[in-house]
């Protein structure tokens, strides 16, 4: 009933075990840690027409907004390629990443490659709860750089990228016909300021709220308490 979709900072901020005893939605966690904006909306994409959710909370790392093509979140949507047979635009990204992907994936197993090392990754670690697929952060050292409060790179302008604008245009369709409520969220990284806060990122802040504020989506973006 209750879907999270995101990056790590969503993984390990949201627990689906705590939202499910408190709020009573069946939850579960599809955050990922190096997932980002292109991974949850392929994700968003390829969700049945028939299914039975009412909430999906969909993590906002600002920074995807702006990094496009050069994230390093964006070579994870490798691990959607199965869903590639039924999504154009998926094709489209995994073709930018690799343009001789539709080769390799003559070997059926091809497809199921990143996956896989992703899944055996995760149960190496431990660090999954089955039931709910959470990410407790356990026992990790802050760094003594990650202290600070204040922003690094402050002094620059960060704007939305093309690809991302055009993402969100594509996105539009399904926002207009879900049949569930989607909630943006951001969690914070270390002790910084929420990102949405940061006046680096106000440009890019103000094209997520001048989008989503067309829709019916519930926007906790900037909410840090």
């Known amino acids: 009933e209750l879907l999270i979709l995101g990056s790590s900072t969503i993984a390990r901020a949201l627990n689906p075990e705590i939202i499910q005893k408190k709020l009573g939605y069946k939850s579960y966690s599809l955050a990922k840690d190096g997932t980002g904006l292109f991974y949850s909306t392929s994700i968003l994409r390829n969700i049945p027409k028939n299914n039975k959710l009412k ?3 969909l993590g906002i790392d600002v920074i995807h907004f702006s990094t496009g093509f050069e994230s390093n979140s964006f070579k994870q949507i490798r691990l959607l390629l199965p869903y590639s047979k039924f999504d154009a ?52 050292k802050i760094k003594k750089e990650f202290t600070k409060s204040e922003n690094f790179s402050f002094n620059i302008d960060y704007k939305t990228a ?42 890019v802040v103000n094209d997520i709220n001048n989008f989503f504020n067309q829709f019916n989506v519930c926007n906790l973006s900037q909410f840090d308490d």
């Open 162 to 203: 093309k690809e991302v604008k055009d993402l969100l245009i594509n996105l539009k369709p399904i926002l207009n016909d879900q049949n569930f409520k989607i909630i943006l969220v951001t969690a914070p990284q270390y002790n910084r300021e929420l990102s949405t806060h940061q006046k680096r990122f106000k440009s």
């Open 55 to 57: 909430f999906v909370i």
């Open 89 to 140: 635009e998926l094709r489209n990204y995994l073709n930018i990443l690799d343009k001789n992907i539709y080769f390799k994936n003559f070997f059926y197993t091809y497809e199921y490659k990143d996956l896989f090392k992703s899944k055996i990754k995760d149960l190496l670690a431990g660090k999954r709860n089955s039931e709910f697929n959470f990410s407790p952060l356990i026992g990790s």
